[in-house]
Nanobody, 123 residues
Framework: QVQLVESGGGSVQAGGSLRLSCAVSGYGYSRNVMGWFRQAPGKEREGVASFNNDGSTNYADSVKGRFTISQDNAKNTLYLQMNSLKPEDTAMYYC?????????????????WGQGTQVTVSS
């Protein structure tokens, strides 16, 4: 059974940093695409970043240069380091496990989701 459990969310002021973690179990994520997504109230879920099965990464333009996705295979954990946070980054953040063909720009290509962790950035 695949399980993804996010942690690390919270409230910070603009310019601050947070590191999100996603503990993964029951899934061979080293062979597939893992992603971070976010959803703000009244908005669609959007892809933030992905860690691909070839080790490459992708980022949404809105977070490029500020966020870093990484994974620790030994700990079966996916991370999202978020720096220089802005109020517009406020959202529920989800990690997701996809397949070799998954595209972070298309959330429905990911098959497994965590419960989410809230990030709130105040100005």
């Amino acid at each position: 059974q695949v399980q993804l459990v996010e942690s690390g969310g919270g409230s910070v002021q603009a310019g601050g940093s947070l590191r999100l973690s996603c503990a993964v179990s029951g899934y061979g994520y080293s062979r597939n695409v893992m992603g971070w997504f976010r959803q703000a109230p009244g908005k669609e879920r959007e892809g933030v970043a992905s860690f691909n099965n070839d080790g490459s990464t992708n980022y949404a333009d809105s977070v490029k240069g500020r966020f870093t996705i990484s994974q620790d295979n030994a700990k079966n954990t996916l991370y999202l380091q978020m720096n220089s946070l802005k109020p517009e980054d406020t959202a529920m953040y989800y990690c997701a496990a996809g397949y070799y063909y998954s595209d972070y720009r298309v959330p429905r290509t990911f098959g497994y989701w965590g419960q989410g962790t809230q990030v709130t950035v105040s100005s």
